[in-house]
């Protein structure tokens, strides 16, 4: 299902501090409720226990953070770097920190991050587990 964003970058940017308040509050696997009008264009997000469907509503049940990692793909070129990117952001991380922790160049983990490189697999696995990424993610990244 392709998924579209309606609305402004405000918007997005709105979406994406709700989703790591939540994270910060619930902890990442955390399950909400994705909320879709008028076919495959998302509204919002709700907590299970919160929702409501109305007529001409869908909903998908998923985790914050694979809401935080679609959100972040409308601003990144990459599958794996909106990956990255959401789990950075989740643990409250800097790039600074990652990147050092990890062993890989700043500069370097910020293009994976923006979509310009990608990542070799050795160094990729170091920032996997130091950011202690579910490794289905990064299985679905490579697969788009």
């Not at 049940?61 to 959100?71: A, S």
């Not at 643990?91 to 983990?109: F, R």
Request: glycine share 4%; aromatic share 12%.
């Amino acid at each position: 299902m392709d998924i579209y964003f309606k609305g402004s970058e405000e918007r997005l940017d709105y979406l994406i501090n709700e989703c790591l308040e939540d994270i910060g509050t619930f902890s990442k696997e955390k399950e909400i409720a994705l909320i879709f009008k008028d076919k495959n264009i998302l509204e919002d997000y709700e907590h299970l226990e919160d929702l409501k469907i109305y007529n001409n509503e869908k909903a998908y049940k998923v985790k914050l953070i694979e809401l935080l990692i679609m959100l972040y793909s409308f601003k990144t070129k990459t599958r794996i770097g909106s990956v990255l990117r959401a789990y950075r952001m989740a643990n409250d991380l800097s790039i600074d920190k990652v990147a050092e922790e990890s062993g890989v160049p700043y500069t370097t983990y910020q293009k994976w991050e923006l979509g310009v490189r990608n990542p070799t697999a050795k160094k990729l696995f170091n920032v996997i587990r130091y950011l202690e990424i579910d490794i289905e993610y990064i299985d679905k990244a490579f697969q788009e």
